[in-house]
Each structure stands twice: as structure tokens, then as C-alpha cells.
């Protein structure tokens, strides 16, 4: 039976979720995951519809009045029928309209382009972790003591810690031929020795190749925890209503991040998280800084989750709220049941997720070369005199060092010439 009555469908018009492109004959093209999505449901319903977008370009938040913004505002005035832009199934909203059956399970993450910077100074001593560093250490002490021991009056401590240091740089042993006596101790530290320093070497080579990225950030303490000390920025959605609820939650770090996002107005629009949310920004300062953005997870696996992307963006497991997503429903909306026949349907049956699968492959395609190679664009790749600091440094230090034992070796004879000379 066909429905005669048009109904008003209220939305965003957002790329690649719903596009809303005018036509010659009046009415628009639509194109987008929730565009297709709703495409299919009004067709199999047969009901003719229009679409509607709210001025403010928001998904709706209550006001202190009682009124509602945007998409969830239309619906609540009676202005729209049905609203679909992933609206979360809340309870302020349940008192407002009615939803349908859900046709997707979110939640709040974050996500962020990963960054090439590294802590470069004595990177090279981070191929092992403290623990194994304590162990060589140890071994080291130990091993010196041993032979010390061993050797009595024929090496002095310095000479023995000298010579088993330079068994690691693959220099020759020179101890007295006293050591033969005990060829297992001596043969354990040889046996040591190899095998340190050929891991040690094998890492730091691997190391030069491939340079290992510094400590990420996995979850919303560790977000936070950046945040505070000035490294990283959130953004979230202009009227999604997010940084109140990260507000209203008991652990002080989501708090805190809602407190900022208010604070430095962190917002980006519906659109913009659907296109390019991000897009590198530099702060006052002109110093970059990463930049986080909190929203659903289909959005970041719709842009990231494909091509070059996938290990260039990091996307976090660690959400701090979760729900349901539906089509918001007018309340006493006549045909409620009609819509969750036919949205069961798509999803139980997949047509949703291919909808997005599709989506994301078209949004692949649609880059160019130089828009896919995200790596370019998150970072100036030329070699500048900062990146050769650290290295100078190190190279400084060991010619100073270097200078200053020449120094003493010319002076040290000269000295006890003239003491021994003073002395008789």
C-alpha cells in the first residue's frame, strides 16, 4: 500500500555521510552512507519525502529553555518527521522525540595522525630497556671484582673495567696469561660479551634503518595527560553536545578534557569531521602540535581505515561512553513500525556496512597522489640543521673528551718530571 502523505526528513548535509546537491527538476541528489541508507528505506515504503537541514548546521543540544537546536530541534518542534545524522539514543533525546530500531552501536574515541618526531638524543641507548641496562651493568661489576680477585697484583681495577668494556667494541683481551688458569670464567665473559654486543648491534643497525616511533598515546588518561603538558589538542563536534558529557563524567581526566575543549572553543563543524578532521593546525605560536579529534568510530574507519592511511592514524580502543545510534521519530509519529521493518532489513542483512565500505573505497579513489601519501602531508620531510643537532653534540663532546686526555698525556710527564726534580 503506497503512503500518499509526504514526510520531512531533517539531516546535515555533510560529505560523504549525506550530500545534498541540487537538480534541474527541483529535487536534490542525494548521495552518502545515511543518504543511501534512507534512499532504500522511503523506496521499499514507497512514501515521497523531502529533506530539510537545520540553519545552524548542529545535531542538537537542549537549551536551557526546554527547546532543542538543529537536526533533534526540527523534530522536536514538529518541523521534520523523521531526523537521520548518527544520532545517538540518549535519554534527554528519548524524552524529546522517539527513535527507531538501532542500526548501529557507537561510541566516543579519538583519533590522531601519528607523529614522526622522536626524542633524538642518546636515542641509541634505548635499544635495550632499564632492566636489561641494570643487568649488564652488574654483570659488568661482577665480572671486574671476579677477575680482580683472580688476577690479585698482576691488573688493577681501571685496566680490567677498560678491557672487558673494549670486549663488547670487539677489542682484544690483554689480561695476564694468568687468566689461563681459569679458562671457564674467562670463557663465559667471552661468550657474554659476544652476545651483547651482536644484539646490541644488530638492534641500533635496525634502529638507523627504520628509527622506532616515540610512546604513543592509547587511551583518553594518556590523552589527557598530553593535553595537559601542551603537546596535543582535542577537537570534537560544534553541537554534539560531547564536551558536556565528557564534563559530566566522574574520571577527572575526561573532565578535564571537556574543560578544555570549552575553554580554547575546540570545535570543528559536522562537515569537517567528515571531510579532513586531521588536517595538521599550528598553534599561536607558531609550534605544531598534534591534533586529536574525539567522535564516532564509523567515522574514523570511514576516512582512515583504508589505503595508506591505516598505519599513518591512529585509532584509539578506548572510548569513553557508548550507545546506540537510530533515526530520531516525531512523537506520535503514524508509521514508526513501517521504518523498523525495513531498517532491520538493511542492516541484518549487511547492506548497511557495504554502504560504508563502498563509501570509504569511493573516498580512497577520489585522492589524489599526493593526498594519499598522508605522510607528506602531516610533516615537513626536508633535513634541516635541527635534525643534525643531537649528532653534532655527541661528536663535540667525544672531541673535547678526546682533547682534553691529549691534553693531560702531554702535560701529566712534564709535571712529574719536575716533582720528582723537586723532590731531590
Known amino acids: 500500500m503506497r503512503t500518499e502523505k509526504k514526510w520531512i526528513i531533517s539531516t546535515l548535509n555533510r560529505s560523504r555521510i549525506f550530500e545534498i546537491f541540487p537538480s534541474s527538476d527541483g529535487k536534490p541528489k542525494l548521495y552518502g552512507v545515511e543518504a543511501e541508507f534512507i534512499k532504500t528505506i522511503m523506496a521499499k515504503i514507497g512514501v515521497d519525502y523531502e529533506i530539510v537541514t537545520p540553519e545552524d548546521g548542529q545535531y542538537g543540544i537542549e537549551l536551557s529553555s526546554g527547546n532543542w537546536t538543529g537536526v533533534m530541534g526540527m523534530i522536536y518542534r514538529g518541523e521534520a518527521d523523521l531526523g537521520i545524522a548518527n544520532l545517538g539514543i540518549f535519554e534527554d533525546r528519548f524524552r524529546a522525540v522517539d527513535f527507531s530500531s538501532t542500526y548501529m552501536s557507537e561510541g566516543l574515541y579519538f583519533s590522531y595522525l601519528k607523529s614522526r618526531n622522536r626524542e633524538q638524543l642518546f636515542s641509541f641507548l634505548r635499544m635495550f630497556d632499564f632492566s636489561t641496562w641494570m643487568f649488564f651493568l652488574a654483570s659488568f661489576l661482577l665480572a671486574s671484582v671476579v677477575i680482580l680477585i683472580i688476577l690479585k697484583d698482576q691488573e688493577t681495577l681501571s685496566s680490567i673495567m677498560l ?3 673494549g670486549s663488547f667494541l670487539n677489542q682484544t683481551l690483554m689480561f695476564h696469561r694468568q687468566i689461563n688458569e681459569w679458562k671457564v670464567i674467562f670463557l663465559s665473559w667471552l661468550l657474554f660479551a659476544f652476545i651483547m654486543s651482536s644484539v646490541y648491534s644488530g638492534a641500533l643497525s635496525s ?3 627504520l628509527p622506532s616511533e616515540g610512546k604513543s598515546v592509547e587511551t583518553f588518561p594518556e590523552l589527557s595527560e598530553a593535553v595537559a603538558k601542551g603537546s596535543h589538542r582535542v577537537y570534537t563536534m560544534k553541537g554534539a553536545n560531547h564536551a558536556a558529557f565528557l564534563r559530566r563524567c566522574r574520571e577527572h581526566y575526561l573532565q578535564f578534557l571537556g574543560k ?6 575546540w570545535y570543528i563543524t559536522a562537515d569537517q569531521m567528515t571531510q579532513n578532521p586531521l588536517e595538521k593546525k599550528y598553534s599561536p605560536d607558531g609550534k605544531p602540535k598534534i591534533d586529536a579529534v574525539v567522535g564516532g568510530r564509523y567515522i574514523f574507519k570511514l576516512l582512515y581505515d583504508v589505503g595508506n ?17 537510530g533515526v530520531a521519530v516525531r512523537k506520535e509519529f503514524c508509521c514508526i513500525s513501517k521504518v523498523n521493518k525495513y531498517l532491520k532489513r538493511i542492516v541484518e542483512t549487511g547492506i548497511y556496512d557495504k554502504f560504508l565500505k563502498d563509501e570509504s573505497s569511493e573516498y580512497w579513489f577520489s585522492l589524489s597522489s599526493e593526498e594519499r601519501n598522508i605522510e607528506e602531508l602531516a610533516e615537513d620531510r626536508t633535513l634541516t640543521i635541527r635534525d643534525l643537532t643531537d649528532a653534532f653534540l655527541l661528536l663535540s663532546a667525544g672531541l673535547l673528551i678526546s682533547c682534553l686526555v691529549f691534553v693531560m698525556e702531554l702535560v701529566f710527564p712534564h709535571l712529574k718530571r719536575r716533582y720528582n726534580m723537586v723532590c731531590h
Request: proline share 0%; net charge negative.
Open 260 to 265: 578544555m575543549i570549552e575553554e580554547n572553543d
Open 163 to 165: 678491557y672487558l668494556f
Open 207 to 209: 634502529f638507523l634503518v
Open 309 to 325: 592511511f591505516k598505519s599513518k592514524v591512529f585509532i584509539s580502543e578506548d572510548r569513553f561512553i557508548g550507545g546506540s545510534v
